[in-house]
Nanobody, 127 residues
Framework: QVQLVESGGGLVQAGGSLRLSCAAS????????MGWFRQAPGKEREFVAA????????YYADSVQGRFTISRDNAKNTVYLQMNMLKPEDTAVYYCAADRRPLGTFSYYSPGEYDYWGQGTQVTVSS
C-alpha cells in the first residue's frame, strides 16, 4: 500500500515556475513507477510525465516537453515535478500516481493503469 500527498501548487504568472512535490508513504516507494497527471475543469485527466524506479528513464507529454522535469529522491520517498515557462493552459489540478510494474510493461500514459493516487494540488497560471 502506498499513500501519496502532493504539495507545491499555487498561483503563478505566465512564464513563471513552480515545483510540485509528492511524498509517498511505505517502504516500497523505490519499486514504484511514478507519474504526474493533470485535470483541467471539464476535461479528462491527462498524462504529464513518468519516471522509472531508478529515475533513469523519464517520459513527457509533448505539451510539456522541454518545460517540465520529473525527478525522484528515493531516500526521501518523494517525486518532484519542476515546471518552468508556465502557460495559462497548464492550469489544472495536478495528481501524482504510482504503480509497481516496470516502466515499459504497461501504458504509463494512461490514468487507468496506476494503482495509487494522491488527492491533487491546484496549479493556476494567470496570463
Amino acid at each position: 500500500q502506498v499513500q501519496l500527498v502532493e504539495s507545491g501548487g499555487g498561483l503563478v504568472q505566465a512564464g513563471g515556475s513552480l515545483r510540485l512535490s509528492c511524498a509517498a508513504s511505505g517502504r516500497t516507494f523505490s519499486s514504484h513507477v511514478m507519474g504526474w497527471f493533470r485535470q483541467a475543469p471539464g476535461k479528462e485527466r491527462e498524462f504529464v510525465a513518468a519516471i522509472s524506479w531508478s529515475g533513469g528513464m523519464t517520459y513527457y507529454a509533448d505539451s510539456v516537453q522541454g518545460r517540465f522535469t520529473i525527478s525522484r529522491d528515493n531516500a526521501k520517498n518523494t517525486v518532484y515535478l519542476q515546471m518552468n515557462m508556465l502557460k495559462p493552459e497548464d492550469t489544472a489540478v495536478y495528481y501524482c500516481a504510482a504503480d509497481r510494474r516496470p516502466l515499459g510493461t504497461f501504458s504509463y500514459y494512461s490514468p487507468g493503469e496506476y494503482d495509487y493516487w494522491g488527492q491533487g494540488t491546484q496549479v493556476t497560471v494567470s496570463s
